[in-house]
């Protein structure tokens, strides 16, 4: 007996789609209302599907078409996938929102259409990732993301973006290259497709002890594919332009949700195709560990030279993304858990601080000069507050969501083996590098300005000016308090959830 | 291993294929060849996926002459994955030289690093 | 139900936060002059009738927030838990003795400089801002001082650094915006490495509620000593940091001559003692003192001390800025507390505990004279100082009691903690630091006797004529430099009105007094040592 609630996740992927589709026969205005409201509909969908899959207990396997198990197409859906389905539905609304301002200034009145259409393909094709359970849907719809998230880098038509989203693309299909081949590869060795049956196979063939090479070769392929399109320190090259440049709603939602379906790709790989034990095993999660580490220092490295304040926020999801993958390397439960909270701490945090300080941006005259940022937080009291909680939240304040992301990694962190002293070491100078370059900005938004022939350049910027920027930025402050002082329900759903995840 | 190479000559000629795009893809500076680079190594899995379906000496499956057992066939479904795949690199190659075009018509030539130079100039 | 103990904490700390959000809301009103007060950095002048209206809230708050802290704190056992921060680390608050003692010499400090500042302030500006953050600082204190748990203390030391930066931060020139920046440095990388250990301690203790004695488990630690012992280092280290110790003192000088005088005087006599505050509750709460008797750590921890107390006093003795003289005191004084902790004896302790208290009451009391010599005469150098106790007496003798209280003059309270600190030193077994502590710290009283007294002797008797006239020119020559509102004042620049000295009076009287009728003091302090050890 099918409950109805278990065809949203399907219903989801699909208004997705067609309301992309629809749009493009639609004028600019309309494409932005269904945009909304699919979105909407698909945040309502979510939560309903996420009380469902609580009340039950357990992931269940929605049939696509009438071919069942080894050959059909399914989708899984449990607490962790709906939940995440949630979260990113709420993180892009919401930016889309604290970015719909400069989208209008920035993107040629004709353009706007596009951009709502790509939203909606994004969306359609990250829901896809979230929830599938099929490798090669899986294939078809990264590239699906990685076409959309190159369609919201270039919409704002300059020579900068164009070359940035250029670079995005040879990395990212260098990065889905790898990722095919290494599915092709397990399809070779298993026979299957579904996620489920290629456990089977996978599992069946350890314990042979047989084809031990061609299947560390096929997850290594993966790993790397997928660490090359979620910027993992040193594929990162293409980052830094490609969120500094883009229309501010753009780098939000490829800052807080494209990098992170991969990373949401990956753990599923990790968990339900291969297997923890198996991956434990291997030695691709040490080198994960590692690159992890790297990237942690040498992220914040590069932002503390960065002068242009969002290509610094930029670098700073270099070194986040290497938090992420440092847990995953630490192949403990733990350290998932604390890696999949960070998915969320992050997102929220790093939207938040994009939206941030596009408005203080705007009130120091779109200047890249770090200098004319001076007193900003003045002059846009909101934007000002936003980037203020989302530093000390990156920095690991407690109260703020950071530090609690920061507590789960130290406390997977000291129940591993000889990466204890290494993860921790290493956390605390990389926060103490953040620490330099956020409160650097932070003192320097709050330093009145003293040269009224500037000040003159300058304007200053209301609420009132900005309605939804301004309550865009409240909710995700709200939401970085929420989760920085009551993430424990929120903890041990993600625990449940990778439980039932396998 | 040898042996196992000849054999599979179809796989091997697939993977060297396969790092001769990567590495196109990598290190030319030229955009349309990057963009070739690419091509060389999506139709590499290709070839890798049809050789890993196909059985040597059975036919396509296409029913002709009213055989059913599947005993006569090879595996189909690479073969879809193989049109799927070629579906998506078409996409792809088609959005990469839309951009290449952009590029193009802005700074008139087709060398990445030189574009890469020419946008630090421009400042802003 | 013990809920109302959290009012003392966010009676204030709403109270703060409302004055500031407030402000906001005036300058999104008239936004002209509320962005000009924030752009410019030029103090908005308030009317007199809202000055008044600020500063009667201010003390109300202030007030009835302190009384409550101290019946809190005096009302038995107490504790609550906030909520759940994760399954097995809650935010808990718990009065015990130790909590007690700060949090009631941390009250009547922050009342009589508050009291203070309500006089001072006017000279700096700003006092809407100034007084949001006065009280959302106490308010984290008193938290601070409250908390039952590694982990609510870590979180509002935390607070603390930031709340009490804007207070550095206040006159928002260039050299205030540096020092701001070095005091927040400091403090996040000690509360960092705190941070780093409380991972350890987290896997290694059973709770991370503080309980006497400590809570180790040595068979989870097995073989990882070792490592501990590191992590404990770090720990006394990082929040070190705060209480200015050696190699990470560099701070205090910096932000002490930048920041208003109340705000140094706080800085100084109370929030570095959160910083002693927390290393006693990692090493006698947590960790358990017989973990490092004997070890390296112990060594390194007592050398470190002894050569900050040495190090401090010289450094105060060949100063001439005066509040920065006071500052490097402060490094030397709060190294004293510090050895007192390293020694893990019970008369150790004690002694540590009642210079806490001591010195929390003669150095706001100092600092308190310092900005009563700035707000009067706009004085900030020693040699300015000459003769000024002809134009001030009763100010310069309240500081002639605390200099002695300080130094450590028999009947003062000084010479009390020390005589517990030498006395701890001599019967600690600590080897070679049995003698060498009590020597480093007779060396440090004569030097704190160098610096101090002279300020007293020339204040009251300036010496020849010819020299003075040197000083007039030269005092002419910064008055040119110095704000032109206090020219005027330094023409007849007598003793400063009374809601300065008053305050100023009870902090240098306690200080002495203390030292006369020590005795119930003495035995709350030896009750608590007994219980840690």
């Not at chain 1, 920035?106 to 094709?125: A, F, R, T």
């Not at chain 1, 203080?360 to 000002?384: I, M, V, Y």
């Not at chain 3, 006017?122 to 039952?148: I, M, N, P």
């Not at chain 3, 005469?377 to 100010?395: D, H």
Request: net charge positive; glycine share 10%.
């Amino acid at each position: 007996m099918l409950d109805f609630v278990q065809n949203f996740p399907c219903f989801s992927i699909v208004s997705c789609m067609f309301a992309g589709i629809i749009s493009s026969a639609l004028k600019g205005k309309g494409a932005k209302i269904l945009n909304l409201g699919v979105l909407l509909a698909v945040t309502v969908m979510s939560a309903l599907t996420l009380g469902y899959v609580m009340d039950l207990g357990e992931s269940y396997i929605y049939v696509m078409g009438t071919f069942s198990a080894p050959w059909g197409n399914e989708l899984r859906v449990g607490v962790l996938e709906a939940a995440m389905a949630l979260f990113f539905c709420v993180i892009m609304l919401l930016s889309l929102m604290g970015g719909q301002q400069k989208l209008q200034e920035e993107v040629e009145e004709g353009k706007q259409k596009l951009y709502y259409i790509m939203v909606d393909l994004l969306m359609s094709s990250l829901l896809a990732l979230i929830y599938t359970n099929d490798m090669f849907t899986a294939y078809v719809f990264v590239e699906i993301n990685t076409i959309s998230a190159c369609g919201l880098i270039m919409i704002r038509q300059w020579g900068r973006t164009i070359e940035a989203a250029t670079r995005y693309m040879i990395m990212s299909l260098l990065g889905s290259g790898l990722l095919l081949m290494g599915l092709v590869f397990l399809y070779g060795l298993t026979g299957h497709l579904l996620m489920s049956n290629i456990h089977q196979g996978v599992v069946h063939i350890v314990e042979q002890g047989e084809y031990h090479i061609p299947l560390m070769v096929a997850i290594a392929l993966m790993c790397t594919g997928l660490a090359i399109k979620s910027a993992l320190f040193p594929f990162h090259s293409w980052l830094p332009d490609a969120y500094g440049y883009s229309t501010v709603a753009s780098s939000a939602i490829l800052s807080s949700l494209v990098s992170k379906g991969y990373i949401f790709l990956l753990i599923k790989i990790i968990y339900r195709v291969i297997g923890f034990d198996v991956i434990q095993q291997s030695k691709i999660i040490n080198v994960l560990f590692v690159f992890g580490l790297a990237g942690m220092i040498m992220g914040s490295l590069s932002a503390i030279k960065e002068s242009n304040i969002r290509r610094m926020i930029a670098f700073s999801s270099v070194a986040q993304i290497g938090y992420i993958y440092m847990g995953i390397g630490l192949g403990t439960e733990a350290g998932m858990t604390a890696s999949v909270f960070h998915v969320l701490s992050h997102a929220v945090t790093k939207s938040m601080l994009f939206i941030a300080a596009s408005g203080l941006l705007q009130a120091s005259g779109d200047s890249t000069d770090f200098f004319d940022l001076t007193g900003a937080g003045f002059r846009n009291k909101t934007a000002g507050a936003a980037f203020t909680v989302g530093s000390l939240s990156m920095v690991g304040f407690p109260m703020f969501c950071g530090f609690t992301s920061k507590l789960l990694f130290a406390r997977a962190a000291v129940d591993g083996s000889w990466k204890m002293l290494p993860a921790l070491i290493v956390l605390a100078v990389s926060t103490l590098l953040n620490a330099i370059y956020f409160m650097k900005t932070v003192i320097r938004i709050y330093t009145p300005l003293r040269e009224p022939a500037r000040e003159k350049r300058f304007r200053k910027i209301g609420i009132g000016e900005q309605p939804m920027n301004f309550v865009a930025l409240i909710c995700f402050i709200l939401l970085n308090v929420v989760l920085g002082l009551g993430a424990e329900p929120l903890v041990a759903l993600l625990n449940n959830g990778l439980k039932m995840f396998a | 291993m040898g042996g196992n190479l000849l054999t599979n000559y179809g796989e091997a000629v697939a993977m060297i294929l396969f790092g001769i795009g990567c590495t196109n893809l990598l290190l030319q500076k030229n955009l349309i060849k990057k963009i070739i680079g690419m091509n060389i190594m999506d139709t590499a899995i290709y070839l890798f996926l049809a050789e890993k379906g196909y059985i040597a000496g059975r036919a396509a499956p296409i029913i002709v002459d009213g055989i059913q057992e599947a005993e006569h066939y090879i595996n189909p479904i690479p073969s879809g994955l193989v049109l799927t795949g070629i579906v998506v690199s078409v996409s792809v190659t088609a959005l990469m030289l839309s951009l290449t075009i952009r590029l193009y018509q802005r700074y008139h030539t087709l060398d990445l690093d030189e574009i890469s130079v020419m946008i630090k100039k421009e400042g802003k | 139900m013990d809920g109302w103990i959290l009012i003392p904490i966010f009676l204030p700390v709403i109270a703060g936060a409302a004055l500031l959000a407030f402000r906001r809301g005036t300058a999104g009103k008239n936004s002209d002059t509320g962005m000009e007060d924030g752009m410019s950095g030029k103090a908005q002048p308030e009317s007199a009738g809202e000055l008044k209206r600020l500063h009667l809230l201010v003390g109300a708050v202030l007030f009835v927030s302190a009384l409550f802290a101290l019946a809190a704190a005096w009302s038995g056992e107490r504790q609550v838990t906030l909520f759940y921060l994760m399954a097995d680390i809650p935010i808990y608050f718990r009065i015990d003795q130790v909590g007690a003692l700060f949090v009631t010499f941390t009250s009547i400090v922050w009342v009589a400089v508050g009291v203070y500042s309500f006089v001072y302030m006017k000279h700096e500006g700003r006092e809407r801002q100034f007084f949001g953050f006065y009280l959302l600082v106490y308010g984290v204190l008193v938290a601070l001082d409250f908390s039952g748990n590694l982990v609510t203390l870590y979180m509002f030391y935390e607070l603390m650094s930031l709340t009490s930066m804007p207070l550095v931060l206040h006159n928002r020139s260039r050299e205030a915006v540096m020092a701001a920046l070095k005091y927040l440095f400091y403090s996040m990388c000690g509360a960092y490495c705190g941070l780093f250990g409380i991972f350890f301690l987290y896997k290694y203790c059973d709770t991370l509620t503080f309980t006497a004695g400590g809570t180790l488990n040595l068979l989870l630690l097995g073989e990882n000593g070792g490592l501990l012992l590191v992590a404990v280092f770090m720990m006394i280290l990082g929040f070190g940091v705060k209480a200015g110790m050696l190699p990470m003192h560099a701070w205090l000088p910096t932000a002490h001559p930048v920041a208003p005088s109340p705000a140094s005087a706080v800085l100084s006599g109370i929030i570095v003692k959160a910083g002693v505050l927390a290393v006693f509750r990692v090493i006698y709460y947590v960790v358990g003192p017989e973990f490092i008797r004997g070890t390296w750590v112990q060594t390194a921890w007592m050398s470190l001390a002894l050569l900050t107390v040495f190090m401090g006093s010289l450094l105060a003795y060949r100063e001439k800025v005066f509040k920065k003289r006071l500052a490097y005191s402060t490094v030397s004084q709060a190294s004293y507390i510090l050895f007192g902790l390293s020694l893990l004896s019970e008369a150790g302790v004690t002694g540590a505990l009642l210079h806490s208290v001591f010195h929390a009451f003669i150095k706001s009391a100092l600092f308190l004279t310092a900005g009563i010599f700035i707000f009067q005469c706009g004085k900030t150098r020693v040699e300015e100082l000459r003769g000024i106790g002809k134009r001030m007496p009763k100010t310069l003798w309240c500081f002639t009691f605390a200099a002695l209280a300080l130094i450590g003059i028999p009947p003062a309270s000084g010479f009390i903690s020390k005589w517990y600190l030498a006395q701890g030193a001599l019967e600690a077994n600590v080897g070679v630091f049995g003698w060498l502590g009590p020597v480093v710290l007779l060396i440090s009283a004569l030097l704190t006797a160098g610096y101090l007294l002279p300020v007293t002797v020339r204040g009251f008797f300036p010496g020849s004529r010819a020299e003075t006239s040197k000083e007039k020119a030269e005092n002419e020559l910064g008055a040119q430099a110095g704000q032109e509102d206090a020219e005027a004042v330094r023409e007849h620049g007598g003793e400063p009105a009374l809601g300065m000295l008053v305050p100023l009076a009870v902090m240098a009287a306690l200080a002495v007094l203390l030292g006369l009728f020590p005795g119930a003091l003495i035995e709350y302090a030896a009750r608590i040592a007994a219980a840690v050890l």
